[in-house]
């Protein structure tokens, strides 16, 4: 005899079996891939379900899901035309009343495009979706704070603000913490797209992070939220890399956010709100890993030359910046403490050098630091405020990768 957990696991598997089946039997095959959850880019988080009458699919707002009278925010079904062996899947935007058709040539299992007319378009993508999700349960584990109670309702919302935020990211065989930090930073930023943009460099990689980034994360290169780089260096520098990152954003306040930090929901917001205030740099440190998390005008990282490349490719290079920053001409500073806007991945010292040149393997990160920290030191106090003053260029020349590398549809 079965005993009562057994029981009940079969009934509860004879429950899903036979709502699998009434799926099969009610929902038409052309729009049963559909039926899940997707991320699209005016709608936000949706999760597709199968309508009372099972021929369409309901698709729900993720903040409705959970009410008892929610209502669907958008429709699919088959449009049958005369003439056409196979009829058209459609999607009815209920706030809009517009009308869109899926797009087979740009569609794939895990990316539908939708087009309608006068130009009205919409991309829904679950390869974003499934990063986020996954990055989500990895950070909690972790003790870090992802905010997803505020981050989903905002999706299908979009700002605007009269100053732009560029968001500058190096990055060099670290994948094992950009994995899980991109996705994040592009759920919490996805709000303000129209003044915001994900500057991503990737200096060589060959642990896999373009085709991460090109694959799973490509709903955010669609909208222009980000844009991805890729420079051919052998060793890793961090001031050659920050430079590198800064120097092709165009925006007016730049920011630099590690591969490993987590900004959350509303930091841009945060940014602007004191750049309109009088501030001309922040720095948003707090807890482990976010020293690097510097704010400024684009026009002053212009006017010092960035980053001191003069030096050994790991430490102070950040806290020289912010100090030259702060000794400008009618500068005004800030520190900001928070816990919602300062986050990062935790890492050894070892792992921060792994890619630095191998000569100078004998070099621990502290030797690096101090040496560093006493030569930049130095510096400041002749009033060497602008740094790389012998080079053409700071940074390394990139290109832009537009499209993605080993696809997959």
């Given at each position: 005899?079965?005993?009562?957990?057994?029981?009940?696991?079969?009934?509860?598997?004879?429950?899903?079996?036979?709502?699998?089946?009434?799926?099969?039997?009610?929902?038409?095959?052309?729009?049963?891939?559909?039926?899940?959850?997707?991320?699209?880019?005016?709608?936000?988080?949706?999760?597709?379900?199968?309508?009372?009458?099972?021929?369409?699919?309901?698709?729900?707002?993720?903040?409705?899901?959970?009410?008892?009278?929610?209502?669907?925010?958008?429709?699919?079904?088959?449009?049958?035309?005369?003439?056409?062996?196979?009829?058209?899947?459609?999607?009815?935007?209920?706030?809009?009343?517009?009308?869109?058709?899926?797009?087979?040539?740009?569609?794939?299992?895990?990316?539908?495009?939708?087009?309608?007319?006068?130009?009205?378009?919409?991309?829904?993508?679950?390869?974003?979706?499934?990063?986020?999700?996954?990055?989500?349960?990895?950070?909690?584990?972790?003790?870090?704070?992802?905010?997803?109670?505020?981050?989903?309702?905002?999706?299908?919302?979009?700002?605007?603000?009269?100053?732009?935020?560029?968001?500058?990211?190096?990055?060099?065989?670290?994948?094992?913490?950009?994995?899980?930090?991109?996705?994040?930073?592009?759920?919490?930023?996805?709000?303000?797209?129209?003044?915001?943009?994900?500057?991503?460099?990737?200096?060589?990689?060959?642990?896999?992070?373009?085709?991460?980034?090109?694959?799973?994360?490509?709903?955010?290169?669609?909208?222009?939220?980000?844009?991805?780089?890729?420079?051919?260096?052998?060793?890793?520098?961090?001031?050659?890399?920050?430079?590198?990152?800064?120097?092709?954003?165009?925006?007016?306040?730049?920011v630099c956010v590690d591969g490993d930090n987590i900004v959350g929901p509303g930091f841009p917001e945060d940014v602007v709100r004191s750049f309109e205030q009088g501030y001309t740099v922040l720095h948003y440190e707090y807890g482990q890993g976010t020293c690097g998390r510097?704010?400024?005008?684009?026009?002053?990282?212009?006017?010092?030359?960035?980053?001191?490349?003069?030096?050994?490719?790991?430490?102070?290079?950040?806290?020289?910046?912010?100090?030259?920053?702060?000794?400008?001409?009618?500068?005004?500073?800030?520190?900001?403490?928070?816990?919602?806007?300062?986050?990062?991945?935790?890492?050894?010292?070892?792992?921060?050098?792994?890619?630095?040149?191998?000569?100078?393997?004998?070099?621990?990160?502290?030797?690096?630091?101090?040496?560093?920290?006493?030569?930049?030191?130095?510096?400041?106090?002749?009033?060497?405020?602008?740094?790389?003053?012998?080079?053409?260029?700071?940074?390394?020349?990139?290109?832009?990768?537009?499209?993605?590398?080993?696809?997959?549809?």
């Open positions: 005899t079965l005993s009562e957990a057994d029981s009940f696991a079969a009934d509860e598997h004879a429950l899903v079996a036979a709502a699998a089946d009434s799926f099969r039997l009610l929902v038409p095959p052309l729009l049963r891939p559909l039926a899940r959850d997707w991320f699209s880019q005016r709608l936000g988080l949706l999760m597709l379900r199968p309508g009372a009458e099972g021929t369409i699919l309901e698709a729900f707002d993720s903040a409705d899901w959970d009410k008892a009278k929610a209502s669907p925010v958008a429709f699919v079904r088959l449009l049958h035309r005369p003439g056409s062996e196979l009829p058209s899947v459609v999607l009815d935007v209920a706030a809009t009343g517009r009308c869109l058709r899926l797009v087979p040539t740009l569609s794939r299992r895990k990316r539908v495009a939708w087009q309608g007319k006068h130009g009205a378009t919409d991309v829904w993508d679950c390869e974003v979706l499934d990063s986020i999700r996954k990055s989500a349960v990895w950070a909690v584990r972790r003790n870090l704070q992802t905010n997803l109670e505020v981050a989903w309702p905002l999706l299908r919302t979009s700002t605007s603000s009269r100053l732009t935020v560029g968001l500058c990211t190096a990055t060099m065989n670290r994948l094992w913490q950009l994995r899980h930090a991109l996705p994040l930073l592009l759920l919490h930023v996805w709000p303000h797209r129209q003044w915001v943009r994900v500057h991503l460099v990737d200096f060589g990689s060959t642990d896999g992070t373009l085709d991460f980034v090109l694959n799973r994360c490509h709903a955010a290169i669609d909208c222009g939220l980000l844009r991805v780089y890729r420079g051919e260096q052998q060793y890793w520098h961090a001031s050659v890399a920050k430079n590198t990152s800064h120097m092709v954003a165009e925006e007016d306040i730049l510097i704010a400024c005008w684009r026009k002053d990282f212009r006017q010092l030359r960035g980053y001191d490349e003069d030096g050994y490719p790991m430490g102070a290079q950040d806290i020289d910046f912010l100090q030259r920053l702060k000794d400008l001409p009618n500068a005004c500073g800030r520190r900001v403490k928070s816990g919602q806007f300062s986050q990062a991945i935790p890492n050894t010292q070892a792992e921060k050098i792994m890619c630095c040149d191998q000569q100078l393997g004998h070099l621990r990160w502290g030797q690096m630091d101090q040496w560093n920290r006493q030569v930049f030191t130095h510096r400041r106090q002749l009033g060497q405020l602008v740094r790389n003053l012998g080079q053409d260029q700071i940074g390394v020349p990139v290109r832009c990768v537009t499209k993605p590398v080993q696809f997959k549809p």
